[in-house]
């Protein structure tokens, strides 16, 4: 079992930076592929970030590429996400996800790839 807890939402303008941050606890948390989805209202959870236990293998979705970074301090149990130049559409419920894996460099952007789920934080963007 792994417990993930988010922090870092809020309230921002467009243009403004937040990072996130994702809290494990638990069995051998670095152990895990992490990732970043996101819900917006009245849509699916769809993927932003994943990084691979190692921290070495990172894909993001197009929409993100090159605004936002993940990160992950294994010695922390902590994973980051830095967002950038944030836009209106980047408003929703940030959840960050842990999915088992055997192999260091493996990244999943499948949400049903992924075991355990935060409680999740929001952002909203908005002038």
């Known amino acids: 079992q792994v417990q993930l807890i988010e922090s870092g939402g809020g309230l921002v303008q467009p243009g403004v930076s937040l990072r996130l941050s994702c809290a494990a606890s638990g069995r051998t948390p670095n152990a895990y592929t992490m990732g970043w989805f996101r819900q917006a209202p009245g849509k699916e959870r769809e993927f932003v970030a994943t990084?691979?236990?190692?921290?070495?293998?990172?894909r993001y979705t197009d929409s993100v590429e090159g605004r936002f970074t993940i990160s992950r301090d294994n010695a922390k149990n902590t994973m980051y996400l830095q967002m950038n130049s944030l836009k209106p559409e980047g408003t929703g419920v940030y959840y960050c996800?842990?999915?088992?894996?055997?192999?260091?460099?493996?990244?999943?952007?499948?949400?049903?790839?992924?075991?355990?789920w935060g409680q999740g934080t929001q952002v909203t963007v908005s002038s």
């Open positions: 990084i691979s236990r190692n921290g070495r293998s990172i």
């Open positions: 996800a842990a999915a088992a894996v055997l192999y260091d460099i493996i990244t999943f952007r499948e949400r049903s790839r992924y075991d355990y």
